[in-house]
Nanobody, 125 residues
Framework: VQLQASGGGLVQAGGSLRLSCAASGRTVSSYIMAWFRQAPGKEREFVAALSWSGTSTYYADSVKGRFTISRDNARNTVYLQMNSLKPEDTAVYYC???????????????????WGQGTLVTVSS
């Protein structure tokens, strides 16, 4: 599975961006899909995850109520809608996929099998 993240850019605080993660090589309709982010000098952290059916979503407390993860299995694509962006959301955002059932370990980067290359989101104050 190859994952290609896109949609990052520069936005003012309070603005919105939508990230996309297009999968190729294999359908990811049965995979757990997630977004992580990594700010300079910090560890990669969990942002959001989505079950294969799209009916179960999981969010980090820091983004809950502002970010929405969704998927379009027909397009083999996962999205992250980011609203009310804050300067502390500035990071490289990565999409990830795992052919497993969601568990408590799904918050950890090591649990995922496939990773995209990352897209930079910069939020100015």
């Amino acid at each position: 599975v190859q994952l290609q993240a896109s949609g990052g850019g520069l936005v003012q605080a309070g603005g919105s961006l939508r990230l996309s993660c297009a999968a190729s090589g294999r359908t990811v309709s049965s995979y757990i899909m997630a977004w992580f982010r990594q700010a300079p000098g910090k560890e990669r952290e969990f942002v959001a995850a989505l079950s294969w059916s799209g009916t179960s979503t999981y969010y980090a407390d820091s983004v809950k109520g502002r970010f929405t993860i969704s998927r379009d299995n027909a397009r083999n694509t996962v999205y992250l809608q980011m609203n009310s962006l804050k300067p502390e959301d500035t990071a490289v955002y990565y999409c990830a996929a795992a052919a497993k059932y969601y568990s408590g370990s799904s918050y950890y980067p090591s649990w995922y099998d496939y990773w995209g290359q990352g897209t930079l989101v910069t939020v100015s104050s």
